[in-house]
Every structure is written in structure tokens, then in C-alpha cells.
């Protein structure tokens, strides 16, 4: 059964700082690892999405790696803003079970 | 485009009762599912459809029912409400399931209390 773990669960940093979040997951025979950000009372919104070809995405200050044979992918935010402040998560497609399954996300403040 | 569409937003039911919590796309997406999102629990799959008439369970589908009669609509019955279906529910479409470079889009959350 894929598993899929967010660490730290949450995350508090100063404005300017970059940073990376983890997100690992058991079953590697997945389709794609995808990341989304989500507000407070809101849906989820896309940001980034790898398929299990490519090593990694980007866009804007975002940046996401995915390593298959280890289990791992990382979110990396480059000069963090107070406007970033939400949860992550992340979410991998595929593997025995066939289906999206998330992570349980990692809440992220950045302090002015 | 209005994109995923949910009703309602908010709603409170008692134990045993049902009600349908309505989703809608606009964006002529094949793939349209249901998710409920619960603290420390992330989000869960309960049922998906990849087009209309072709719905499938997902992780926890026990006590919710779905149809996919248009490809704008999927909406998602509870048949006899408990308190533990009190969650968030989300809604999701992508053009087609699994296909390349595929966006998921997100509804903006229909909140359930059942007590």
C-alpha cells in the first residue's frame, strides 16, 4: 500500500530564507509526484507536477526534484515571502494501489 | 470558466439523515473525484469516474454513493449520515486521468458537520 509522509509537519521561517520540504513515499512505481499549495478554507491549487521521466520541475522561485529509487521528492522555495505562507502537499500517482494519494501536508510560515 | 464548482459550502446534518453534495466542471474534463480531507489524515480518495457513466471506489467509499450522468456533473450522496463523515469534502477534475502533464484542479471545499 503506497504511503506518502511530509516532514517537518510544519515550518516556521524569516522572510528571504530559502527552503525545502520533503515528502517520501513507499511505493516507487508511480506514474507522477505531484505538489500543490493550499489556503486556509480553500481547495488545493496545483503548483508543480513530475512525471516518473523527468528528475525534476520548475517554475518561478519553485523548484521540485523527484528521486524514484529512493522514495523521495523535495520542494525547494528560493527567497521565501510572507505570501508563501500555506500547506504544502504532495501527492504520488501510482503504484499498486493506482490511485492519487496525498501526503498530510507540511504547514509553512514565513514571517515578515 | 468557473472551473470546479461545489454546493453547498456548509452544511450541517443529523445523524441518519442523506444529502447530496453537488460538484460541477466547466472545463469539459474526463476525470472528475471526491476526496475528504480529515486532521492528520491528509486527503482521501472516496470515489472517482474517468468518464461519464464509468464511476470506481477509492480508498474509503463505504457509506457514499456517486453517479457520473453528464461529464459536468458528479455529485456525491450520503446515504445515511454518521458523525464520523464529518469532513471536509473536495471535489477534483483533470482533463483526462493520468495523462501527460495533467493539472488537477480543486473545488473550494464543502464543510459537513453530521451531529
Known amino acids: 500500500k503506497q504511503e506518502v509522509t511530509q516532514i517537518p509537519a510544519a515550518l516556521s521561517v524569516p522572510e528571504g530564507e530559502n527552503l525545502v520540504l520533503n515528502c517520501s513515499f513507499t511505493d516507487s512505481a508511480i506514474y507522477n509526484l505531484q505538489w500543490f499549495r493550499q489556503d486556509p478554507g480553500k481547495g488545493l491549487t496545483s503548483l508543480l507536477l513530475i512525471q516518473s521521466s523527468q528528475r525534476e520541475q520548475t517554475s518561478g522561485r519553485l523548484n521540485a526534484s523527484l528521486d524514484k529509487s529512493s522514495g523521495r521528492s523535495t520542494l525547494y522555495i528560493a527567497a521565501s515571502q510572507p505570501g508563501d505562507s500555506a500547506t504544502y502537499l504532495c501527492?504520488?500517482?501510482?503504484?499498486?494501489?493506482?490511485?492519487?494519494?496525498f501526503g498530510t501536508g507540511t504547514l509553512l510560515a514565513v514571517q515578515p | 470558466n468557473a472551473g470546479v464548482t461545489q454546493t453547498p459550502k456548509f452544511q450541517v446534518l443529523k445523524t441518519g439523515q442523506s444529502m447530496t453534495l453537488q460538484c460541477a466542471q466547466d472545463?469539459?474534463?474526463?476525470?472528475m473525484s471526491w476526496y475528504r480531507q480529515d486532521p492528520g489524515m491528509g486527503l482521501r480518495l472516496i470515489h472517482y469516474?474517468?468518464?461519464?457513466?464509468?464511476?470506481d471506489q477509492g480508498e474509503v467509499p463505504n457509506g457514499y454513493n456517486v453517479s457520473r450522468s453528464t461529464t459536468e456533473d458528479f455529485p456525491l450522496r450520503l446515504l445515511s449520515a454518521a458523525p464520523s463523515q464529518t469532513s471536509v469534502y473536495f471535489c477534483?477534475?483533470?482533463?483526462?486521468?493520468?495523462?501527460?502533464?495533467?493539472?488537477?484542479?480543486f473545488g473550494e471545499g464543502s464543510w459537513l458537520t453530521v451531529v
Open positions: 477534483a477534475s483533470s482533463l483526462r486521468f493520468r495523462s501527460s502533464g495533467n493539472t488537477i484542479y
Open positions: 472545463m469539459n474534463h474526463e476525470y
Open positions: 501527492a504520488a500517482d501510482g503504484g499498486a494501489t493506482n490511485k492519487l494519494i
Open positions: 469516474s474517468v468518464g461519464a457513466g464509468i464511476t
